[in-house]
């Protein structure tokens, strides 16, 4: 049974009664290992009150006795330069308003960066709180040829010391008994320094009389960093390691996905033969299933990408990815780590958003947030496939390249560098006075991940991009069938309307063609009028506002096609059914370019928009968003369908 957390509401759920164990330690020092050891993944996941940091907190169970444990933001200090260190120290002091100060500390450290851990011990310890030392990966210590004294160490410290090495669960048993006894753990009889000189004076004596012997430098690390960090070979490593990121992503996923396809057309089938009343199974069947299924039809990708996210940070070379990074984000004023929150934006704004939680910089964590919609996220793959079989014939090379392949790839391209623009201009208007947070981040050894910790990561992640977007995207769905099929007409009134009633192509047509959806679509015509749009891609684009895969189905409705999956037969002979340009074609080059570089831009996922007011904390950053995406894609929209005519397309 888990513990509570700080749920979306508001309201902190605890154990009753329950002591509270914080662990605290700097990143990759193996908290996140401990902390799943000693819950058993008993753990939930919230946000602190008032703000936007995770917090996880589990119940550790020892006999009759039950232990509250929160892991709280990694850190290196508690002297805070970011806002998850922020958090650290005013939840150490007490200071955050709903979230109680810990009972007792478990401070874990890293037994190959010993020495650069204690000065972060010394500060820890002067909070006077029960502490005890967790000292993990002592068994790599031992492989390189170094040494420490436990008990030496603990004496020195004067606290108690546990080793552990989390991710084969040794020692976790020992340190859960240790917990029982939290209120007997010994204190220091003399505090550690707070002189910053004084302090590495301290650290240097426990060492010394513990027997410290740092490690051998990591022989398979050095080797492979000379060519991972070379300032040539590097983004060449870099761009590879992408590369084949983005294949797997984008090609393991697709049987899944198609697996995920065919078990709801199924179950959609079963029930349109099953279910007698047509509206009844068209909400059911297409509003509900087909709903619920164009969300998980991109579970697999979401699966897979925190996956390799997990593993690649877990191997240590998202560290290094980072530090290379480095040097292009800041031609954009923002620092290595953003890159990351921008690179899980390929699957999908919503982790990528998520992702930015380990930004230091709030100011950084915000124009990144307003700049990973522009990223190419999967949702948009269907739409680009649909428009550019209409643009680009499949014949078509461009040297040894498929011109439809390029004209892909110059999609990702653009919504990347616009990305980047993106967060440049509001890191500038929301930083004009600022200084720059500096960038620290410790490269660890290549390692091993913990399958266990790489699969919590995975599934915790997955299951908030479920949570937070499934009600959206079935919401929208069922908004998009009664718009689409209301008002209801009679028999009668479609024999008047001359409509053949024993033809359902023919009903369904005329009852799309009249329909509030149409209604609407007609209304923003002079909107999208100068972009070549017809009230019927009007309504694909206003559809898409839920979620960007809905426009290729709706699409297909509108043109009334016998199957809504591939309608690019029929939206190849759509014309316009009256007015000046009465006859032509409505998908001409002009049209399609201005669609293509319109999803580019436009933020079109209102699970995005949630998320995006979820980690803002107010809705007003969402409003800017929306805004300045719609009329960006507009603006784009129209400059690229005039030069497309220009050029005589």
């Not at 650290?88 to 100060?101: F, I, N, P, Q």
């Not at 499934?470 to 069938?481: D, E, F, K, P, R």
């Not at 017809?534 to 016998?562: C, K, M, P, Y």
């Not at 199957?563 to 006859?583: C, I, K, N, S, V």
Request: charged letters at 15%; a neutral charge.
């Amino acid at each position: 049974m888990s513990a509570g957390c700080h749920d979306a509401g508001g309201t902190d759920t605890t154990v009753t009664g329950a002591p509270r164990i914080a662990l605290v330690g700097a990143p990759n020092s193996g908290k996140t290992s401990v902390f799943n050891g000693l819950t058993g993944l008993r753990a939930k996941t919230g946000n602190y009150p008032g703000v936007t940091v995770s917090r996880f907190v589990g119940t550790s169970r020892t006999g009759r006795h039950r232990h509250e444990i929160e892991d709280l933001p990694g850190t290196y200090s508690l002297e805070p330069v970011s806002p998850d260190e922020q958090i650290t120290v005013d939840v150490l002091e007490g200071r955050l308003e709903g979230a109680h100060r810990p009972d007792a500390l478990l401070v874990v450290v890293d037994a190959t960066t010993l020495r650069r851990s204690l000065g972060f011990v010394a500060q820890v310890l002067a909070r006077e709180l029960p502490a005890c030392v967790v000292v993990t990966f002592t068994d790599e210590l031992a492989r390189r040829q170094g040494r420490l004294d436990i008990d030496a160490f603990a004496q020195a410290l004067g606290v108690p010391v546990q080793p552990v090495v989390g991710h084969r669960g040794l020692g976790i048993a020992q340190l859960r008994e240790r917990l029982t006894t939290w209120r007997s753990w010994p204190a220091p009889a003399v505090p550690p320094p707070t002189d910053p000189a004084e302090r590495d004076a301290w650290s240097e004596s426990v060492l010394a009389f513990a027997g410290y012997r740092p490690p051998e430098h990591h022989r398979g690390t050095r080797r492979v960093d000379a060519v991972v960090l070379h300032p040539v070979g590097g983004p060449m490593v870099f761009f590879a390691v992408m590369a084949l990121f983005f294949q797997t992503v984008f090609t393991l996923a697709a049987p899944l996905q198609n697996w995920v396809e065919t078990l709801f057309a199924w179950l959609s089938g079963q029930v349109h033969a099953h279910v007698d009343s047509p509206r009844l199974s068209g909400l059911l069947g297409d509003a509900l299933i087909g709903g619920v299924g164009g969300v998980l039809v991109f579970v697999p990708q979401i699966v897979l990408l925190f996956l390799l996210l997990a593993l690649l940070e877990g191997v240590g070379y998202l560290a290094r990815a980072a530090f290379l990074m480095d040097r292009v984000m800041a031609r954009f004023g923002l620092e290595g780590r953003a890159f990351v929150a921008l690179l899980s934006s390929f699957a999908c704004a919503i982790p990528g958003i998520l992702a930015t939680r380990t930004l230091p910089s709030a100011k950084d964590r915000l124009a990144t947030m307003m700049a990973a919609p522009l990223m190419t996220c999967s949702a948009r793959l269907p739409v680009y496939v649909l428009l550019i079989g209409l643009l680009v014939d499949p014949s078509a090379k461009a040297g040894p390249f498929g011109a439809q392949g390029l004209v892909m790839f110059g999609l990702y391209l653009l919504g990347a560098v616009s990305a980047m623009l993106a967060a440049w201009a509001f890191k500038k208007l929301g930083d004009r006075h600022g200084q720059p947070v500096p960038f620290f981040m410790e490269l660890p050894p290549y390692r091993l991940p913990a399958p266990r910790a790489v699969l919590v990561a995975m599934w915790s992640s997955a299951r908030a991009f479920l949570r937070k977007c499934t009600t959206v995207i079935v919401a929208t769905s069922v908004l998009l069938w009664l718009l689409l099929n209301l008002p209801l007409y009679t028999d009668a009134q479609l024999r008047t309307a001359g409509v053949d009633t024993t033809d359902s192509v023919a009903v369904s047509a005329y009852t799309v063609d009249h329909s509030y959806a149409a209604d609407l679509g007609r209304m923003v015509a002079p909107v999208f009028d100068p972009l070549g749009f017809d009230w019927r891609i009007n309504v694909g684009v206003l559809s898409a506002q839920g979620a960007r895969e809905t426009f290729v189905a709706t699409l297909g409705q509108v043109a009334a096609a016998d199957d809504p999956e591939h309608p690019g037969r029929a939206l190849q002979a759509m014309t316009y059914p009256d007015g000046p340009r009465a006859g032509e074609p409505v998908f001409t080059a002009p049209t399609i370019a201005a669609l293509l570089v319109y999803f580019v831009y436009a933020l079109q996922c209102m699970a995005t928009v949630a998320v995006l007011r979820r980690e803002s904390g107010t809705w007003r950053w969402p409003a800017i968003a929306l805004t300045y995406l719609t009329v960006l894609a507009w603006l784009m929209a129209y400059l690229a369908r005039t030069v497309t005519v220009l050029l005589g397309g």
